[in-house]
């Protein structure tokens, strides 16, 4: 199983190094770097200013990155894992799959004011845990191919009965009620075997 908190860096990692923002700023320093080096052969007076473009381009960089950071953490990381579950929503709709209750999910994350403010005051495991079910068992069955809608349906059912239960239960509650079983599911999630995933289902052919 992959801790709770490792996920959570590696959702960080790529965020802050992956993500739209950090990407555009790469871009821009590539290019820059481009011009610079062509500055210098057109015009030796060009080649201070294109270095000091250079090196603002490299302090937004990293400004956008720190930015990034700060966003993440705040609320205990509640926009890291806004940005997560985006994510494992787009995997799950490029399958060819139509969840409403993923869907509801996501909606809450952003819209639910209760989330919110369980968020503001401390982590929320049981939404942190589903998250990274839902992170877990879509990469997975995105890695089958067209395979991997029927990968994703019969696995689904833990995460989306975790789903509805944090719908309906006070946060509270649901914390008592959902870690310990998602906990338990994590520990041994759907891996990806092309040749074998399915005879645990089927049995041998």
């Known amino acids: 199983m992959l801790s709770p908190d490792i996920w959570l860096r590696q959702q960080l990692w790529q965020q802050l190094w992956k993500g739209p923002a950090a990407v555009s700023a790469y871009v821009s320093i590539a290019i820059q770097l481009c011009c610079t080096p062509l500055s210098a052969v057109v015009s030796r007076d060009l080649e201070s200013p294109c270095l000091y473009i250079l090196l603002i381009s490299v302090l937004i960089c990293v400004l956008v990155i720190v930015v990034d950071q700060i966003d993440s953490y705040r609320n205990h990381r509640l926009g890291l894992l806004r940005r997560s579950v985006a994510k494992s929503r787009r995997r799950i709709e490029a399958l060819g799959i139509k969840s409403d209750q993923v869907d509801r999910f996501v909606n809450a994350l952003w819209l639910n004011p209760e989330i919110e403010f369980r968020f503001s005051s401390t982590r929320f495991r049981s939404v942190e845990l589903t998250i990274e079910a839902l992170d877990v068992l879509s990469q997975t069955a995105a890695r089958y191919g067209r395979r991997g809608r029927k990968v994703f349906v019969v696995n689904q059912e833990p995460i989306v009965n975790a789903i509805r239960l944090i719908e309906c239960l006070p946060s509270e509650e649901a914390e008592k009620v959902l870690v310990e079983p998602l906990t338990r599911w994590l520990e041994?999630?759907?891996?990806?075997?092309?040749?074998?995933?399915?005879?645990?289902?089927?049995?041998?052919?």
């Open 188 to 205: 041994h999630p759907p891996e990806f075997d092309p040749e074998g995933w399915a005879l645990p289902l089927f049995g041998e052919f």
